[in-house]
């Protein structure tokens, strides 16, 4: 996508008016800045249009929005295509479907004397000061990211297993993160009951992974109970599982598994609260690594997405 | 709203390569006092343009 013409509909200089049928009133608009950028495949070239609206398509070479500007990152930017512009025209106006936004110095159907009919000469209704001459095609450079994606050394693209892929986003700073936080809430979780848990050793990086382990596997052959896992009878249980934790090591576990540093969360209520303060050190560090590990690439695309909420309180 | 396959649930905003679905950055929408300094845009601007930096 080298060219890209820059199509507006509508630019100060081209005032749109539209005649409303039953009272005859006339609405002006002075349509500011609505810069459509266009790729060049789907070209809207001035001439292909109907004269009526022919003026509202002039390609413009000026920097006229922000999104031509130098910014790096808005070479991203794709801009809408050519349909777009088709539909800004129409519902500009409300009588008239093909002919609403009309240009007048443009339009065959208005004359001079028309013109000074309606508007009284106004003097806001003069030609454009510039013509289809004036006009380039402007190119919008490629955009090449500066960064390359950053793997960990030991890892080979070629030989790596489907394990090793998912270890590029559970990093060691990611098993740091729940070690620590979680024997930090043991610690505080116990000072606040105001009675030792004896059964709480402090969390090894064997452990969670064992646990973190256990949570896929259960996930992939559910249970009625989690403790149907360590079940006695051989139908029930899963020896995988039992044999990485005991039952009592997993329950613990889940009691005090914790992202967040529990101790200097701010509390509801208090100024600088974050709803999501319970997840924000896992959420930021995965964003980390979703960016380093791929860097941005030319066409993006920003949008909204919904995850389900399964709990049953709020 | 109405055909929204999940009204509850968050809300995120991503930043996604259009070709592959590759998700390079993404926010949660924490409601509307939240989320964002007090400004007459919406997340979505204050994402998008957080995202062009």
């Known amino acids: 996508m080298g060219n890209r013409r820059v199509v507006t509909t509508g630019t100060a200089c081209t005032n749109l008016v539209s005649v409303h049928e039953d009272t005859g009133a006339v609405t002006r608009e002075n349509a500011s800045s609505q810069v459509h ?5 789907h070209p809207v070239a001035p001439d292909s249009k109907g004269s009526s609206s022919s003026a509202l398509n002039q390609d413009v070479s000026a920097p006229c929005s922000p999104l031509t500007s130098d910014d790096e990152g808005a070479s991203d930017f794709e801009g809408f295509d050519s349909g777009d512009a088709d539909d800004e025209e129409v519902s500009g106006g409300e009588s008239e479907p093909d002919d609403s936004d009309v240009d007048v110095a443009d339009n065959p159907t208005f004359d001079q004397e ?10 806001d209704f003069a030609e454009p000061d510039w013509t289809k001459t004036d006009l380039e095609d402007i ?14 050394i030991e890892f080979s693209h070629g030989t790596a297993t489907p394990f090793e892929y998912l270890e590029l986003y559970l990093t060691k700073d990611f098993y740091k993160l729940l070690l620590t936080n979680t024997n930090k809430y ?9 009675k030792p848990n004896y059964a709480w050793k402090e969390l090894k990086i064997s452990e969670l992974k064992a646990f973190l382990a256990i949570k896929i596997a259960m996930g992939i052959s559910p249970s009625p109970q989690y403790a149907c896992y360590w079940s006695s009878s051989d139908f029930m249980c899963n020896v995988g599982i039992k044999k990485l934790l005991s039952k009592r090591k997993y329950e613990l576990i889940s009691q005090y598994l914790h992202v967040s540093d529990r101790e200097n969360e701010i509390e509801h209520g208090q100024p600088g609260y974050d709803r999501a303060a319970k997840v924000r050190p896992l959420m930021d560090q995965l964003g980390d690594t979703f960016t380093r590990l791929k860097p941005p690439s030319e066409y993006q695309t920003i949008h909204e997405g919904m995850a389900k909420y399964k709990g049953r309180s709020a | 709203m ?27 929408y924490l409601g509307k006092e939240q989320s964002r300094p007090k400004s007459t845009h919406g997340f979505f601007f204050f994402f998008w343009m957080s995202s062009v930096d």
Do not use: I
């Open chain 1, 139 to 152: 190119t919008v450079p490629h955009f090449q990211s500066d960064d390359a994606a950053q793997f960990p």
């Open chain 1, 114 to 123: 028309e013109q000074d009919e309606l508007f009284g000469g106004d003097a």
């Open chain 2, 2 to 28: 109405r055909d929204n396959p999940c009204k509850r649930g968050l809300k995120f905003f991503l930043r996604n390569d259009s070709e592959s679905g590759y998700c390079q950055e993404f926010e949660l």
């Open chain 1, 37 to 41: 950028l266009c790729d060049t495949r």
């Open chain 1, 186 to 194: 043991a610690v505080w979780k116990q000072k606040e009951m105001g």
